[in-house]
Every structure is written in C-alpha cells, then in structure tokens.
C-alpha cells in the first residue's frame, strides 16, 4: 500500500483521493487545528490554546485546505465533519 501512496502522491492526486486510505495523511498538529476550527475557534483562539503564532495556524489551515482539496475554510469544516476526521 505504501508503495502505491507514494506513487500516486507523485503523480499529483489529491490526499483526499489517495486509494487504500480511509483518512487523508494529516499531521498531529493538522488534526489539532482542525479540531479547534470545528469547534468554531477563531485562529487567536487557537494560537493561544497551542502556544503558536496566528500566522502559524494560518499556515496550517493552508496545508489542510490543499491536502483536503477544498478551497475555503467553510469546505473544510464541512469535509472534517462528513468524512469524520475530528472527534
């Protein structure tokens, strides 16, 4: 399956698309972010809860909307919630 990941990560696909993955490769802190935003956190809010600059967790949302092929952040709170990749 690695193999096969990273093949078609190479080739371009978006995450959310990969075959033989049932969540998209998100990093601990990606998850932790996207948490809080579901929660409806603002990105001060969560830049004081994680001990990171706003900049940083504005990053973050960048690297999820691209990962998570959606193009604003009301998509990807609706992805997140739909595909069940927060609790």
């Given at each position: 399956?690695?193999?096969q990941?990273?093949?078609?990560?190479?080739?371009g696909?978006?995450?959310?698309?990969?075959?033989?993955?049932?969540?998209?490769?998100?990093?601990?802190?990606?998850?932790?972010?996207?948490?809080?935003?579901?929660?409806?956190?603002?990105?001060?809010?969560?830049?004081a809860?994680?001990?990171?600059?706003?900049?940083?967790?504005?990053?973050?949302?960048?690297?999820?909307m691209?990962?998570?092929?959606?193009?604003?952040?009301?998509?990807?709170?609706?992805?997140a919630?739909?595909?069940?990749?927060?609790?």
């Amino acid at each position: 399956v690695l193999v096969q990941v990273v093949q078609q990560f190479l080739e371009g696909e978006p995450i959310k698309q990969l075959r033989g993955l049932s969540k998209p490769l998100l990093s601990d802190r990606e998850l932790q972010v996207l948490t809080l935003l579901v929660k409806g956190e603002s990105r001060k809010n969560i830049s004081a809860k994680l001990g990171i600059t706003v900049k940083t967790i504005s990053t973050h949302m960048v690297r999820l909307m691209r990962k998570l092929d959606v193009s604003n952040i009301v998509e990807l709170i609706r992805y997140a919630i739909e595909e069940r990749l927060v609790d």
